[in-house]
C-alpha cells in the first residue's frame, strides 16, 4: 500500500470536486463484462484442504473423552431424547438445533431410553451413542472453519491471510470446547458464517441484478439467516446485521446517479423483502410446526403452557382431571398469577384503616395458597330458572352471567365502590347475604380463548368482571396486616383487561375427576391453532429467557469476555485431576482486541486527515477497509454489545459468535498492515453498468507478510497446546493445574 499522501484539489470557492460513486470493487472494461480476478485457485484449494484436514484432527481428538455428561449436555441430550419419545418439553430455544441432534439420535438408533440426568453420568453404563451424537456439532466446527477461510477468500483477502483468519479459528480453545460437544453453538455458528458467506457472494453479484445466480445467493441468504435465528434467538443480532446492510443497499441504489426508476428500484425492494423477510419467517414457522407434530405427547414442558395448549396433548394430566362446570357446582377458584385461591370467611374488615380511610366493614375477601372448606363457592345462573334445562343443571359457558355464592357463610360476591384496603384506586370486594343488593352481585365469565365455549375445570381461564362497575376480580401478593390473618388482599381491579386477572376453576365438591374419567375410553383431544400455539410459545420463551437472572458461580459480565475474566468449568473428575474448562485462546482473543482497537484507529485517523483534504488512503484500499473491514466490525459490535442490556445471567459462551468474526476483522488488519494493495476487481460487473468507474489493482504479497503470519500462527498453536488440557479433559498433576490458572479469575477445579 502506497504511503504517499494525496492532497485533494480544492475549488477556488472551497467546494471540494465532487466525483460519481466510485465502486472500487470492479475492474476496467475492454469490450466484454469482467469478473473477480482469481489469483493462485489452486493455492486456495490446496490451503483449504490442508487446514480442514487439520480442523478435522483438533476438532475430533478424543472425542470420546469423557465417556460421561458434560456441562449443557443434560439439557439438550434431553431434549433430544424428548423428540424420540415424542413428548413435550419447554426450552428457551428454537427447535432446530435440537431436532438436528435427534435426528443424529435417531439415525445412531438411539431410542431417548436415557434423560441425562446429572452431569458426570456415564454413558457407556447407559448405552448411549454420544461419540455419534458429539460427532455433529464436531463437523459443523470443520465447516466453520472452511466457511470462515471461504469468506476471507470471497472477500478479496490474500491467500495468506484467509489462512490466518482459518487457522486462527482451528486453534481457539473455546471453539474446540463448546463445538465438540452435544451443544448447539456449532449449528448457530454454522448458519451465522453460511448467512454471512452467501451474502457477500450476492453482494459481488450485484451488478448483474435479476440473474439465476443473483436470486440464488440472495434466497440463500434468506435461508441461512432463518436457520440462524431456528437455532438461538441471538440469531436476531445476524438478521440485524443484514438488514442494516440491505439498507444500505437499497439507500446506494435509490440514489439517481445510479439511472434506475422508481420502478427498478421496487423490483430491487421487493426480491430483497419476500427473500430476507417472508421467505425466513415461513421457514422459522416451518421449524415450529415440526416441532408440535413431534412432541404431541404429555411431558414435563406442560406446566410452562396454558390449559388450551395443554389440551391438545396426548395423556395430559390436566385434560384428565378436567370436569364441565354446571350451575348449582360448588367449585373452587384459584388465580393464575399468585396461585391463590378466592376464599372468604365470617371476619369483617375494620371500620376505620390506619390511614383513615373508612371501609364498608364487610366480611372479608382474601386469597389463601392452601385450599379448604372457606374456598368453596356455588356458581349460580343471573336468572334462577335458567340453572336447569330438560337434561339437567345447565353448563356455564363463556360469556354467562352469573352469582357466586359462598358456601360456607351462605353469602353472595359482591364489590362496590368503595376503596380496598391497600389500593384506594381499586374497589372492596366483600360478600353481602343471599338475595340482597342483587345487582350488586353479578358478574360476566369471559374466557381467555374465545374459541373454547364450556367453563372447565383446569382448563379454562377467565375473568369475573363485575357487571355493575366493570371491574375485574383481582388479586396480589400483598399480605393484609393482622385483622386479615395476614392472608392476600382481592379488590376489584379496575383495568379490566390486564392480564393477571385470570382464574380457573379447580375442584368441583363432590365430583372425582379421575373416577369419572377413567370410564371414557379417551378424553377427546383439543384443537388449537397452529399460529396460537407458536405465539404463545414465543412469549413464554421470552419472558422465561428474562427470567434466567439466578446467581451462578460461573457466570460473567460482557465487558470481561474479550478479555477471558472467567471461565466456565464445564466438567471434572478428582481422581485424575481432569476437567474441561471453557477459555478462548487468549493470545488469539487478546491479538483480536488489538485488532478492533487498530480499525477504530484507522478509521478516526483517516476521517480527520480527510478533513484537511488529505487521502491518506489509496481510494481502493480505503473502499475494501470500509466495505469488507466495516462489515465484519459491524458483525462483532451488534453479536456483542446488545448482551450489555440483557438481565440474564450471561456466560463467556455467549461471546464466541462475535469472536468468530473477530477473528475475520483480525485478518482484515493484517491484509491492510502488511499487505501493500488489494486484489481487485472481487465483484462481476455488467456492461449495463454505466455510473460506475472501474480500477484494478493487485495486491503486493512481501515475506513480510508470511513472518507476520507464521509467528502469529506460531503463538497462537502454542498457547492452544499449553491451554489443551482443559480443552480435552487431560489428567494433571496439582503443580499442572496451579500452572494453567493463568487469570486470578479463573476457577480450576483441584488447584489447592
Request: charged share 20%; proline share 4%; hydrophobic share 40%.
Amino acid at each position: 500500500m502506497s504511503t504517499k499522501l494525496r492532497q485533494r484539489r480544492v475549488e477556488l470557492d472551497g467546494t471540494i470536486d465532487k466525483h460519481l460513486d466510485v465502486d472500487f470493487d470492479d475492474s476496467k472494461k475492454y469490450g466484454k463484462d469482467s469478473t473477480p480476478s482469481q489469483r493462485n485457485p489452486k493455492g486456495h484449494q490446496i490451503a483449504l484442504i490442508v487446514l480442514c484436514t487439520i480442523a478435522t484432527f483438533v476438532t475430533f481428538y478424543k472425542i470420546w473423552n469423557p465417556d460421561e455428561v458434560v456441562f449443557d449436555e443434560v439439557h439438550f441430550g434431553k431434549f433430544a431424547g424428548y423428540y424420540l419419545k415424542r413428548t413435550y418439553y419447554f426450552d428457551v430455544h428454537p427447535p432446530l438445533a435440537k431436532l438436528m441432534i435427534a435426528g443424529a439420535g435417531y439415525l445412531l438408533g438411539f431410542d431417548g431410553h436415557y434423560d441425562f440426568a446429572n452431569i458426570g453420568d456415564n454413558y457407556l453404563d447407559h448405552q448411549v451413542p454420544y461419540i455419534g451424537l458429539r460427532a455433529l456439532p464436531a463437523t459443523l466446527n470443520v465447516l466453520c472453519v472452511a466457511l470462515v477461510y471461504l469468506i476471507m477468500k470471497e472477500s478479496g483477502y490474500s491467500l495468506a491471510i484467509c489462512c490466518l483468519s482459518a487457522a486462527m479459528y482451528i486453534f481457539d480453545n473455546a471453539m474446540v470446547t463448546q463445538n465438540r460437544l452435544i451443544l448447539l453453538d456449532s449449528m448457530l455458528l454454522i448458519f451465522m458464517l453460511a448467512t454471512m458467506y452467501t451474502y457477500i457472494r450476492f453482494r459481488k453479484l450485484r451488478h448483474l441484478s435479476f440473474t439465476p445466480e443473483w436470486w440464488a445467493w440472495l434466497l440463500a441468504t434468506g435461508v441461512f439467516m432463518a436457520f440462524t435465528v431456528s437455532v438461538k434467538m441471538v440469531g436476531l443480532f445476524l438478521v440485524a446485521l443484514i438488514g442494516f446492510s440491505v439498507i444500505y443497499d437499497l439507500w446506494i441504489l435509490l440514489d439517481i446517479k445510479r439511472g434506475l426508476s422508481m420502478d427498478q428500484f421496487m423490483k430491487h425492494f421487493y426480491a430483497r423483502a419476500f427473500s430476507l423477510i417472508i421467505v425466513p419467517i415461513g421457514i422459522y414457522l416451518f421449524w415450529f410446526y415440526i416441532h408440535f407434530a413431534i412432541l404431541n405427547e404429555s411431558g414435563p414442558g406442560d406446566s410452562f403452557m396454558t390449559s388450551r395448549f395443554q389440551d391438545t396433548l396426548k395423556n395430559s394430566p390436566l385434560k384428565l382431571s378436567a370436569l364441565e362446570i354446571h350451575y348449582g357446582d360448588e367449585i373452587t377458584i384459584k388465580h393464575k398469577d399468585t396461585n391463590a385461591f378466592l376464599h372468604s370467611h365470617d371476619l369483617h374488615y375494620p371500620l376505620r384503616y390506619e390511614d383513615g380511610r373508612v371501609s364498608s366493614k364487610g366480611q372479608q375477601v382474601t386469597g389463601v395458597m392452601e385450599p379448604n372448606d372457606n374456598c368453596y363457592w356455588r356458581i349460580k345462573s343471573s336468572i334462577e330458572e335458567e340453572e336447569e334445562n330438560d337434561d339437567g343443571p345447565r353448563l356455564v359457558k363463556n360469556g354467562d352471567i352469573v352469582q357466586l355464592e359462598h358456601v360456607v357463610t351462605g353469602t353472595d360476591l359482591l364489590t362496590h365502590d368503595v376503596a380496598s384496603p391497600w389500593m384506594p384506586t381499586n374497589e372492596e370486594v366483600t360478600t353481602v347475604p343471599v338475595g340482597t343488593r342483587r345487582a350488586e352481585t353479578l358478574f360476566k365469565i369471559i374466557f381467555d380463548d374465545d374459541d373454547q365455549n364450556i367453563l372447565e375445570t383446569h382448563m379454562t381461564s377467565f375473568r369475573l368482571i363485575h357487571e355493575d362497575t366493570k371491574v375485574a376480580i383481582w388479586t396480589h401478593n400483598r399480605k393484609l396486616p393482622d385483622w386479615g390473618l395476614e392472608q392476600l388482599e382481592v379488590n376489584g381491579n379496575k383495568n379490566a383487561v390486564d392480564k393477571t386477572n385470570y382464574w380457573s376453576a379447580q375442584e368441583i365438591r363432590g365430583k372425582n375427576a379421575t373416577e369419572l374419567n377413567k370410564h371414557k375410553n379417551e378424553k377427546e383431544i383439543g384443537h388449537m391453532p397452529f399460529i396460537k400455539k407458536f405465539f404463545e410459545l414465543q412469549g413464554r420463551m421470552i419472558s422465561h429467557n428474562a427470567g434466567l437472572t439466578k446467581p451462578h458461580p460461573y457466570q460473567s459480565t460482557p465487558i470481561t469476555w474479550p478479555f477471558m475474566i472467567r471461565g466456565v468449568s464445564y466438567w471434572s473428575k478428582e481422581s485424575s485431576r481432569s476437567q474441561i474448562y471453557l477459555t478462548g485462546n487468549l493470545f488469539g482473543w487478546y491479538l483480536s482486541v488489538g485488532g478492533i482497537a487498530v480499525f477504530a484507529g484507522i478509521i478516526l485517523a483517516d476521517v480527520l486527515a480527510r478533513r484537511r483534504g488529505i487521502d491518506p488512503i489509496e481510494e481502493p484500499v480505503r473502499h475494501r477497509l470500509l466495505q469488507s473491514s466495516g462489515f465484519f466490525f459491524t458483525a462483532w459490535a451488534l453479536h456483542y454489545f446488545p448482551f450489555f442490556i440483557m438481565g440474564r445471567s450471561l456466560f463467556l459462551h455467549h461471546y464466541l459468535p462475535a469472536a468468530t468474526v473477530n477473528y475475520l476483522l483480525l485478518g482484515a488488519m493484517y491484509q491492510f498492515i502488511f499487505v501493500d494493495g488489494v486484489d481487485s476487481p472481487v465483484s462481476f460487473l455488467s456492461l449495463k453498468s454505466k455510473t460506475t468507474r472501474q480500477t484494478s489493482m493487485k495486491a503486493e504479497v512481501s515475506w513480510k507478510v508470511y513472518v507476520a503470519v507464521g509467528f502469529t500462527l506460531l503463538c497462537q498453536i502454542a498457547m492452544f497446546v499449553f491451554l489443551a488440557p482443559l480443552t480435552y479433559g487431560t489428567p494433571m498433576t496439582l503443580e499442572q493445574v496451579q500452572s494453567h490458572q493463568l487469570l486470578n479469575g479463573w476457577k480450576l477445579q483441584y488447584g489447592k
